[in-house]
């Protein structure tokens, strides 16, 4: 494994670069120092709301990338790059197949915030970890704002309970299985492969140049982008069949290792 081409670094958040209380280690931020110096860049790419991702990368967010929301949203510091939102008609379409499912939650996941209802205090509870701004609301098809992803959430099995119900909408919109909990659904070309590929593109980034890091499968797009491609030990069985390389698990250091291994 010849790492010494690499001139980007990039690495999803929930089951990756966090750990399972969703902390981002002092190991990372000591590594990230030794890679300004080398000239790599580092893209943070997720299904989080941009927000909640500078939150948790609070000391270099105006120095990185952040691709948020699935990859509808390119930031670096304040400017955006990139929005890819889904069709108003398309969002009501959402709402109404989600409305009959039980114990399912939907967000509409906008630039400058989130709109929920109001419905279950154990999920408005819950969502604090993932969404810094988020407001309450009596009918989401109100929300006057452009919609960058619909996430969909259920307290047991996203897999078993979302996404069967959501599968028939696939084709007209991207359908992602994106964590044990979640289901986000989006524009077809809102995904982190399509976000990754602009930025690789900008930048003149090949794919022997460029490292990333995924556990889910909304990160299969962006894992085929790469020679470098590490699947965390506990990630889904698809990203263990897609990526190159596997590596340690999110508690574990996985990206630390292969890192401090580019250094």
Known sequence: MDLSQ?????????????????????????????????????????????????????????EILVIAENGALIKKQEETLLTTPINKSEVNRILDTVRPLENVHPVLCCQNNAFVGGDSSEFIDMLREYYSEFEIVENQKQVDEEVLKIAIYHFENSEKHIYPNMKHLEGDLKVKVSGANWVDVSDLNAHKGYALKKVMDDFQIESNEIMVFGDYNNDLEMLELSDYSFAMANAHPNVLKTAKYITHSNDDFGVERILEKLL
């Open 6 to 62: 690499i001139k980007m670094v990039v690495t999803d958040m929930d089951g990756t670069l966090l750990n399972s209380k969703h902390e981002v280690s002092p190991r990372f931020f000591e590594i990230y120092e030794e890679l300004k110096k080398k000239n790599i860049a580092f893209v943070a790419a997720s299904g989080r709301q941009y927000h909640s991702m500078v939150d948790k990368l609070e000391s270099i967010k105006n």
